[in-house]
């Protein structure tokens, strides 16, 4: 599979557009330095103590308070808040790998017995604000780095579960206990099958010598302020996503070219040419098809092939996509044969659907009905098999008695949304229409110029079908009276595709009167 990166780059934002095989897959908006980001560390001061959702409201200087539930705070939080202690209150270094640990927290315990309202906690942003609701944090602190995943307070040595080489595993496991430090642990993630070596110890050593050195500051900071940041969006999702099957990331801003080069080039030092910068006239998503894809892929209604479509509902609660034959069922005769086709193909589409719009939460689908047991089986592992390559979490769940399939899928950042609208081309944006009975007048005084003044004698007037109406109602009809009062002869014609307040006046060899 081939992939490519297309990144454009504004004052205000930066969009990414990930293609494989030229088809638009994911689009990802991050916001200026600005905003709070999925795997930000703060020092927070803890605003408010619900006893009875057993959490707390944080201020990490976000314009809503955090939230922080008892099972957020991490096994390790009376070790983490100890040594948040020593570094605040007493201001003075420790040495990380010599500290005693306290016992762990029980999964069953009252978030009240461990904070309190004032007190200053160190916490990571979980998910990111999203709609009404303030940012979802955590004190189970992680640092991602491209290889591993480092945690501190914690001996274990995790590996991913997509790598299934026993072999492999011990060979990893292996090198991360060589060279993990006391009261670290780390999860290897599935990146890291394969490398060398060097390049995972390099990785756990990096990410060590970031959390020391991020502890250190931390005498110097006071509530609510940021600890560590984590890598921009974009450096992200390379870290994440960068393998062997990427050939080009196209950037059209020189800043962002040579932070990505370098990124590259220090993890990946072979793929540094990929990075190119773009310098055409022609806007970048335009040049590489972006902004066509955009704009018929978020849209309510989604084509598949063959006259079959999508419809995209969005709440607040859920997402329902609702799943249409079309034109399929008048054509084909074999009805479970023609839903069975229809459903893989809406399967496809919607699995791509969820990737690009990062929608997450509760998604119900109304597939077409299927009498067969064979095939609603068939149409569920095919959805599985479609959404492994998500690397947002999620289940799916069997169809139900009534055909619809039920999905869960992770949801840390608010879903990406593509302004559909253009501006009305009869207000003008203002909100506001021109009434009949002033339209007509204006109307009225073009046709007077148009006769009087410039002699003309056949004058054919381009309108909306309602106002069309409006001036030929009746007997003795606005458009009657006006070729009796100036001399002239005028044809009303009714265009669908012209704004209500729109007019347009030709004379008899078609030509534009302005």
Not at 29 to 54: F, H
Not at 111 to 125: D, N, Y
Not at 201 to 227: F, G, R, T
């Amino acid at each position: 599979m081939n992939k490519e990166l297309i990144i454009n780059v504004t004052a205000s934002e930066i969009t990414i557009a990930l293609f494989e095989d030229k088809q638009l897959v994911e689009l990802t908006k991050e916001q200026s330095r600005s905003g709070y980001a999925v795997g930000d560390i703060y020092m927070g001061k803890v605003k408010k103590i619900m006893p009875g959702l057993n959490a707390a409201f944080v201020n990490v200087g976000h314009e809503k308070d955090g939230f922080i539930h008892y099972l957020d705070l991490g096994p390790q939080f009376t070790s983490l808040q100890k040594m948040v202690n020593i570094l605040t209150n007493n201001k003075r270094s420790i040495n990380f790998e010599g500290l005693k640990l306290e016992k762990p927290l029980g999964k069953s315990g009252k978030i009240a017995s461990h904070i309190a309202s004032g007190q200053t906690i160190l916490v990571q942003v979980a998910k990111e604000a999203i709609s009404t609701k303030g940012p979802r944090l955590t004190s189970d602190i992680s640092l991602a780095g491209r290889n591993v995943v480092l945690i501190p307070f914690s001996g274990k040595i995790s590996i991913s579960q997509k790598i299934r080489s026993n072999e492999e595993r011990n060979r990893l496991k292996k090198i991360a206990s060589g060279v993990l430090p006391n009261n670290y642990g780390v999860i290897i993630r599935t990146a890291a099958a394969g490398h060398p070596a060097e390049d995972v110890e390099q990785d756990i050593l990096a990410l060590v010598h970031k959390w020391e050195k991020a502890m250190e500051n931390l005498k110097q900071q006071n509530a609510p302020s940021l600890v560590l940041g984590e890598m921009n969006r974009t450096t992200t999702m390379i870290r994440d996503l960068l393998n062997g099957s990427f050939s080009n990331i196209y950037i059209d801003d020189q800043a962002t070219y040579e932070e990505v080069r370098d990124y590259i080039r220090t993890i990946v030092p072979e793929k540094e040419k990929i990075v190119k910068l773009y310098k055409g006239n022609v806007p970048i998503f335009d040049n590489f098809d972006v902004s066509k894809q955009i704009m018929s892929l978020f849209a309510k209604y989604v084509s598949l092939r063959k006259g079959a479509y999508l419809i995209i509902e969005r709440t607040e609660a859920l997402h329902v996509v609702d799943v249409n034959s079309g034109n399929r069922a008048k054509v084909d005769d074999d009805q479970e044969r023609t839903a069975m086709d229809v459903n893989l193909a809406a399967a496809a589409e919607i699995a791509r659907q969820l990737r690009l719009r990062d929608m997450g939460g509760i998604i119900v689908i109304d597939f077409i009905d299927l009498h067969k047991s064979e095939n609603r089986n068939a149409l569920v592992e095919e959805m599985r098999k479609l959404m492994a390559a998500d690397r947002a979490k999620h289940t799916i769940l069997p169809l139900s008695k009534f055909g619809l399939m039920q999905i869960t899928r992770q949801r840390v950042r608010p879903e990406t949304q593509v302004d559909m609208r253009e501006v009305c081309p009869a207000c003008h944006g203002t909100g506001t229409v021109t009434p009949a009975a002033l339209l007509d007048e204006q109307i009225e005084n073009q046709i007077a110029y148009f006769a009087q003044d410039r002699g003309e004698r056949y004058i054919r007037v381009r309108v909306n079908p309602v106002v069309a109406a409006f001036l030929k109602k009746g007997l003795f009809s606005l458009r009657l009276r006006w070729m009796m009062r100036y001399k002239c002869f005028i044809r009303v014609v009714a265009n669908s595709h012209t704004g209500i307040i729109e007019t347009k006046f030709f004379d008899r060899r078609n030509k534009e009167l302005v």
